[in-house]
């Protein structure tokens, strides 16, 4: 029996070592297979330069192999130097300067007549709304009819002063009846002095109840009738625009506020009636949105009777431009694993025309053009159709067979 169990424990020793020796000679195998595909991709990369220069250089030398090459058609257009700009494209909406809501100048009150409907052009003090006086006209003719009686006890106060005045010339009589007639008399004067004062302040809450325009524009918003009260909200009162001095307000994302400021240049586009305005910031906001993280600015534009606040405009932000910038067709640009490059048509010394391939660096992309920093030139001709397909050296013509 131990015969048995020592024999099955050396076997079990030799399938181990064999299996163990079976995976390392197929790592080993995996390693050495991944190094030869590396060498090979590496000479298939230098072969296949060295085939295309000497394709180029063969192009170069063999008048006779050019005849015989396949010429591809492109079409050309030249590379010039030219003012590059790049715009932020923003959504805004026209407003108007002066908005005004008419409030009362006091507490409000119950709406008597109304002097204005929507649409009515409005002038500055004009009376747009009557509201009830009642109480404050009363007491305007109480406070008259009070003063109306102190008036009458003022002059007979004067007249039984002045008679006592006499009478104490003639030496007949007190100094003391003389002092408080004269006494009388001021005390009544200091008292119409205070009514009178009192009678300007009713006199100005009974015009409270006359409601004026405080701005000339026209009247947007007329959402108030007789009978109701009449307290200067928003939903039951009255709207005037002025319309003759006009902006455009937008929402600019935060992350642009080192780009932009107060001046900065801007095109107001206005779809609905086809129209551009050229102007610059007017405003710009000194806190973020915590709710859109963006900032405010507005823009003035010229007034324009097509225009209605609340009409949507696009915004155009200008944040970069270059006066004499290389500008190409952004479609042209392709890419490989080096980087940008386009295609330009190259003359050869013995007439050919060929592709060149030009690596570039590029700037801005604004609509259909983007800026190179490098790699191009004025006066190059820059292939503009049939590029997709071509190769370093490649003959190609402009015209067509």
């Not at 090459?69 to 030219?82: D, G, N, R, W």
């Not at 001095?245 to 400021?261: A, F, G, M, Q």
């Not at 003359?347 to 992309?365: H, R």
Request: proline fraction near 2%.
């Amino acid at each position: 029996m131990q015969k048995i169990k020592l024999t099955a424990w050396i076997f079990s020793l030799m399938l181990l070592s064999v299996s163990c020796g079976s995976k390392k000679e197929r790592e080993s195998i995996v390693t050495e297979k991944k190094v030869e595909l590396e060498k090979l991709k590496t000479d298939k990369t230098k072969i296949e330069e060295k085939i295309k220069a000497l394709e180029t250089e063969i192009a170069k030398l063999d008048t006779g192999a050019a005849k015989s090459e396949k010429v591809k058609l492109v079409s050309v257009i030249p590379v010039t130097a030219q003012n590059f700009q790049h715009f932020i494209d923003l959504q805004g909406k026209v407003d108007a300067e002066n908005i005004s809501y008419i409030t009362p100048r006091g507490m409000g009150g119950q709406v008597r007549q109304i002097f204005v409907k929507k649409g009515d052009y409005v002038k500055k003090g004009q009376l747009l709304l009557k509201l009830d006086d009642a109480i404050a006209r009363q007491n305007v003719v109480a406070m008259r009819q009070s003063m109306g009686a102190v008036k009458a006890q003022l002059d007979l106060a004067r007249s039984v002063y002045q008679r006592q005045k006499n009478l104490w010339n003639q030496n007949i009589g007190t100094e003391v009846q003389l002092l408080q007639a004269e006494t009388n008399v001021r005390s009544l004067e200091n008292q119409i002095k205070t009514m009178q004062e009192n009678v300007k302040i009713a006199e100005q809450q009974l015009n409270l109840s006359n409601v004026y325009s405080d701005v000339s524009g026209v009247a947007d918003e007329v959402n108030i009738h007789v009978g109701e009260t009449f307290t200067g909200s928003p939903m039951a009162g009255i709207k005037i625009i002025n319309t003759n001095n006009l902006k455009v307000v937008t929402d600019i994302p935060e992350n642009y506020v080192s780009r932009i400021k107060r001046g900065t240049t801007v095109q107001v586009v206005v779809p609905d009636i086809n129209k551009t305005y050229n102007s610059t910031i007017s405003l710009i906001s000194q806190s973020v949105s915590s709710t859109s993280r963006g900032f405010t600015a507005e823009i003035k534009i010229p007034y324009d009777n097509s225009l209605k606040p609340g009409q949507s405009a696009v915004v155009k932000i200008l944040d970069y431009s270059n006066a004499s910038g290389i500008v190409i067709p952004v479609n042209l640009v392709q890419t490989d694993e080096s980087g940008k490059y386009v295609y330009v048509l190259e003359k050869l010394p013995n007439g050919k025309q060929v592709a060149k391939k030009k690596k570039i660096i590029i700037g801005e992309i604004y609509g259909d053009n983007v800026e190179v920093k490098q790699g191009l030139t004025a006066g190059e001709q820059l292939i503009s159709e049939g590029y997709q397909s071509l190769y370093e050296g490649q003959a190609i013509t402009t015209q067509m067979n």
